[in-house]
């Protein structure tokens, strides 16, 4: 069974602070995701990893498939980058099911 | 911009109601996921279609069903809505044979049962 663990769980940082969150998966993986959750519900997709690095303006993130490890970085934090936080690992299990399996998400909050 | 697009932001049902909460996405994709998000639990899921008609069952579908008529429209429906289902419930879609494709979520549905 796949579980996907995130580290911290909750986050505090003055803006400007370099800001990392991490994930670990127990089990192979097609891809990793991480996902931005503003309060108010509504999820947005940041990165879809399946190797190396990715970089989208302030956000990078990262993934070790040996060590089954992925850590988002924020640079320059803002109070605006305040959320939750949350990666997912998928598992190509055949066919058209490409389900996630969830980490329980980082609240990020960043004082001005 | 390709969207998906859940019917209500905020519901309240009274227990044993009938509730159906809709989500249309507009990007033809034919993977279509309802999720429940509670605090400490994180998202989990409760069934999954990858084609008209076609539904699997995710990992807490007690007390719920669906419906996926049409490709555009996945339908998550309460029987008899418990206090115990007041929860934010999220669709999303993604496209299927494409795993490198990401996902897109739809703003949520919370959803008080009293």
């Known amino acids: 069974k796949n579980e996907v663990e995130q580290s911290p769980q909750n986050l505090t940082a003055q803006e400007g602070e370099f800001i990392t969150i991490n994930c670990s998966y127990s089990v192979g993986i097609s891809a990793l995701h991480w996902l931005q959750q503003h309060p108010g519900g509504g999820i947005v997709s940041l990165f879809m990893?399946?190797?190396g690095k990715k970089k989208h303006g302030r956000l990078i993130a990262t993934i070790n498939i040996q060590e089954k490890h992925s850590s988002l970085h924020i640079t320059a934090s803002h109070p605006r980058d305040s959320a939750v936080y949350i990666c997912a690992s998928r598992i190509n299990s055949g066919g058209s099911n490409y389900k996630l399996t969830f980490g329980k998400g980082t609240l990020l909050t960043v004082n001005p | 911009d390709v969207k998906v697009t859940q019917s209500s932001r905020y519901l309240v049902k009274r227990t044993g109601e009938k509730v159906f909460l809709e989500c249309v996405q507009d990007?033809?994709?034919?993977?279509m996921f309802w999720y429940r998000q509670d605090p400490g639990l994180g998202l989990r899921l409760i069934y999954f279609?990858?084609?008209?008609?076609?539904?699997e069952k995710g990992d807490i579908p007690e007390g719920y069903s669906v419906s996926r008529e049409k490709k555009e429209r996945f339908s998550l429906i309460l029987e008899s809505a418990s206090t115990n289902q007041t929860s934010m419930y999220l669709c999303a879609s993604s496209v299927r044979g494409q795993p490198n494709y990401g996902y897109t979520f739809g703003s949520g549905t919370r959803l008080t049962v009293v």
């Open positions: 990007m033809d994709h034919e993977n």
């Open positions: 279609s990858y084609d008209v008609k076609m539904k």
């Open positions: 990893l399946s190797s």
